[in-house]
């Protein structure tokens, strides 16, 4: 019996789905309008996708989705968790309050239950004070009922999980099962604050998360299917629903990793630079070893910063849909807004009445598309002016990441790729591939399973190599954990700091291990 996949990434304008066969080809594929309730795109494009392969629905035995929805939720402060947030770390981080320098509108949502307990460790290990576990009882009584989400955050939690964990358990007993808890030294790494943030959005988006787990499911069973979902997460490798429902924010930002590890396996390249071009944005990112570089800086969601694994990315306002003005004096602008979806309707060569990117190269012949005669009256040569704008907005972005002035492979994804030209400023070559189109379905669809860990240690008492081996084996039991087959594993990833300003001799360490589908992982159901 042969053994299909099916890949689908959700984004703003559409939602893409592929089918591959056993040896990853693709079988069949499809862009579809993204919906409002999302379930519904997501129905249509793999009703599509499974109608026109015309495979046995028996053999279809994997699904994986990459997904905008716990990012929407976050910007748009719309469908979240009510949380209790509990940081451990009195008398010693009184100063400096749960969720400072958060978005006020998103405070109002998330800061209605902030409680900070006595407890926490040093960057060694050391108790700073002993955990306050009669305060925790008494903040569970006072919760329950009135939440359904708790984020825990301990000082240095990231080198010792004690107190956290002893948290954890007493939330468990008095609140039950079917309240979901975050824990940061799961989640981000070493930097309370951020760390913390990253775990209070993490509690926040629990809710939507499984209401797309759920959906999905329920779209798959509509069909007929009884396959094994995954979720993609923002490193560029898969997790399982449970997985995923326990660590929703891994899935922000998992769009353009998906396209990253798309347009690596579409180009057979394992590094490059990578240009996804979509109808309202276009992200620059950088392979290494077929993965997406991580990004080392904070970064924002929803205007809280966060230090949790993200990809490096720089994303412009250059896209299929992106709107064009000319003034009468012949200067223009280019975005950043755009029309979105309603490229179809609104651009002039679909007979709309808004000049995009997309009239522009259909005008000067570099794309066949929609009506060309009702671009024809345009001035060519102010139009070239605006083409050579738009690719260098492409150029300066790649610029901005390549890490020197050599020139880099540069591969070209996304449904708005034929804006860009067959040569680019700083690209030893460009590369199209085939069904480039669709390489975020695709990357959603071929992508292995990971497991990551971030921890400090102090050398004295361990050693760097005891560190390190000890660091795999977490980070392998992680990837096992989401699903990944043991046999398959590798380490695709290792960074080691030395930690200059802490005594005995520390430094941190960063694992990530990879591996293949496992056949026999759990099949979920929620």
Partial sequence: MAIYRIGIDVGGTHTDAVLLDEQNEVLSETKASTTE???????????????EANVPREEIKFAMLGTTHCT??????????KIAVVRIGAPATLAVKPL???????REKLGKYVYIVRGGHEFDGREIVALDEHHLYKIAEEVKGEIDSVAITSVFSPVSQAHEQRASEIFREVLGENVAISLSSEIGSVGLLERENATILNASVVNVAKTAADGFINALKSEGIDAKVFFG???GTLMSVDYAVKYPIFTVACGPTNSLRGASYLSDLSDAIVVDVGGTTSDVGVLVQSFPRESSLAVEIGGARTNFRMPD??????????????????????GPDSVGYRLPEKSLIFGGDTLTTTDVVVALGKAELGDPSKVAHLDKALLEKVYNGMV??????????????????VILVGGGS???????????????????GVANA??????QVSGQIEKIYVLDEIGREAAIELAKEQAKNEAVNAGANPDSLVIVDIEDVPLAYLPGNATRIRVKAAGELAADHKAVTI
């Fill in 37 to 51: 309730d999302v379930a519904t795109g997501i129905y249509n494009a793999m009703h599509k996708i499974i109608e």
């Fill in 72 to 81: 929407n939720a976050i910007v748009e402060r719309k469908r979240l968790n």
């Fill in 100 to 106: 400072i320098g958060v978005p006020e509108e998103l």
């Fill in 233 to 235: 997460q923002n490193d």
């Fill in 313 to 334: 990315l720089i994303s412009i306002g250059l896209g299929g849909g992106t709107i064009i003005r000319i003034s009468d004096e012949g200067s223009f602008t280019i």
């Fill in 392 to 409: 260098e907005l492409v150029e300066e972005a790649i610029d901005k990441m390549k890490t020197s002035a050599d020139p880099v492979p």
């Fill in 418 to 436: 034929i804006l860009l030209p067959g040569e680019l400023k700083g690209a030893s070559e460009v590369i199209r591939p085939q069904h480039s």
């Fill in 442 to 447: 695709i990357g959603s669809a071929i992508s």
